[in-house]
């Protein structure tokens, strides 16, 4: 008898760590700032995440030197600069989310993303409607926050103020696998 | 008894991952952190630095040299009235090499040159500790002969063969050796070397993210004389220190340094002033870089 409740218990546990997480090495993350004299645009194909759907946790991690920007020294500049990349290598996001829906469900589901982003060494609050979609039994997260580099102690030096915009739009995709 | 403890466990198997558990599920995969931006510009002061405009980029320069401090200063506005310069424009063909031409006011020099880059410093899943270049220069002296005597075309001709080692230290600090060989094709009396070998020295501290200290020096290896009246007199080696100032597209450099060419084989190897007596010139270097051919952008996933 012992026995076998330690078998069941050890079988539930394990399901636990395994059955519910998805995972992904491949999230996109962008992010697009607009002024008048300049739009700049950098994306990132290597942002890695992990969706708990038991426990509706979420975290993210992406390395700021794998941003692509469409001129080189621009990217230079992002990480040598501005979120100083060899300092602060990875911007991360823990948090979890609510839904008023079943996402086990098939299905669009909208959800409230609330967490902790951390860029530049420096933590903020952030609080956003995304959705949530699973198909063929794997789940899409989609999304967009808006930051600003204040936010994070980036300091834009004056020179440059009109061409960095002060709120600068972050879109997520991310399609996870069951891990 | 065992039923709570069963509730216990299978409680505690449901929460017990936190947040920093499953960010430690994703693990750190291990990348190549190659070293940038180990100096501001391409070039330290006259020195080629250990970078190279990314694949697509073109960099024109204005290099300008006044006059010295120690001749009429004032007069000569600051020595503005005496000005030298050269105009440069490189293209960067791919991220490791990068091509370029330039015309130098003094000696009327033209030159072409190449600046390839065989290793990259890196750390993480490569270890490299030094980024390797190879860099040379053909130069082409214009100016008139003034001696009565049927020249050779090809007697106009001079090159520079350069390896560059550089090392980024830290954020801050970078540090590079560039054992250099010159090679005249002409020179004025039969004694004087045709080859000159030096080893430059340069290095850079920052002293904000924007703003960069350097400084360089182009030891001389090989007898290497003139002569003022007769007399053998030799040249004085390349000493210049300077400030980076970074802008946006643009690298504002500013120095003060004893030599005023900017050929290469002139300022590498035909420096007569020297500190000491005041053969001291204000000068900066200007770039302004222009994206021809865009990077690879990252396409947004279709779903």
């Known amino acids: 008898m012992k026995k076998f409740i330690l078998l069941v218990v050890g079988m539930m546990a394990f399901q636990g760590i395994q059955a519910q997480k998805y995972i992904t090495r491949s999230g996109y993350i962008k992010f697009y700032s607009s002024t008048p004299v300049e739009d700049i645009e950098a994306a990132s194909n290597q942002a890695s995440s992990v969706l708990d759907v038991d426990s509706k946790q979420l975290v993210f991690q992406v390395l700021m030197n794998s941003f692509q920007f469409e001129k080189a020294l621009m990217q ?56 949530l979609t699973k198909k063929a039994g794997e789940y899409f997260l989609q999304g967009k926050v808006v930051v600003s580099p204040a936010m994070f102690k980036i300091n834009i030096p004056s020179a440059v103020q009109d061409k960095i915009g002060k709120d600068i739009e972050v879109t997520i995709k991310a399609k996870y696998q069951q891990r | 008894m065992k039923k709570l403890l069963l509730y216990i466990l299978m409680g505690t198997s449901m929460f017990a991952f936190s947040q920093d558990d499953l960010m430690d599920l994703l693990g750190d995969e291990p990348t190549i952190d190659y070293a940038t931006a180990t100096f501001k510009g391409t070039r330290v002061v006259n020195f080629q630095s250990s970078e190279i405009p990314a694949k697509g980029v073109m960099q024109f320069m204005i290099m300008h040299r006044f006059g010295s401090m120690n001749d009429d200063y004032l007069y000569n506005f600051f020595g503005l009235d005496n000005a030298q310069i050269r105009l440069g424009l490189d293209y960067s063909i791919a991220n490791w090499l990068n091509v370029g031409l330039g015309r130098s006011s003094a000696s009327k020099t033209y030159d072409g040159f190449v600046k390839a880059k065989i290793l990259r410093q890196s750390k993480g899943a490569k270890t490299m500790p030094v980024s390797l270049l190879y860099y040379g220069s053909m130069n082409y002296n214009s100016q008139r002969w003034n001696d009565n005597i049927d020249h050779d075309d090809s007697e106009r001709l001079s090159y520079v063969n350069q390896v560059i080692i550089a090392r980024k230290f830290n954020e801050s600090i970078s540090f590079q050796l560039s054992p250099t060989l010159v090679h005249f094709n002409f020179v004025e009396t039969s004694n004087q070397p045709n080859d000159i070998y030096s080893l430059g020295m340069s290095g850079r501290v920052k002293v904000t993210n924007r703003i960069a200290i350097t400084a360089e020096y182009n030891l001389g290896l090989t007898d290497n004389f003139y002569y003022v009246e007769g007399v053998k007199t030799p040249y004085e080696d390349a000493l210049s220190l300077g400030v980076d100032i970074e802008t946006g597209g643009h690298v504002f450099q500013f120095h003060i340094t004893n030599s005023r060419g900017l050929s290469d084989p002139q300022w590498m190897t035909r420096t007569p002033g020297s500190w000491g007596n005041g053969d001291i010139y204000l000068g900066f270097n200007i770039s302004r870089v222009f994206t021809l051919k865009k990077p690879k952008t990252v396409d947004a996933p279709t779903f």
Do not use: C, R
Not at chain 1, 86 to 110: A, C, L, W
């Open chain 1, 76 to 131: 230079e500049h992002f990480n040598e600069n501005y979120v100083e990349s060899e300092k602060y290598p990875k911007g991360t996001f823990t948090g979890n989310f609510t839904s008023n829906e079943d996402i086990s469900n098939e299905g669009q589901h909208p959800i409230v993303v609330k967490g902790k982003l951390n860029i530049h060494g420096v933590d903020h609050m952030v609080s956003q409607t995304m959705t």
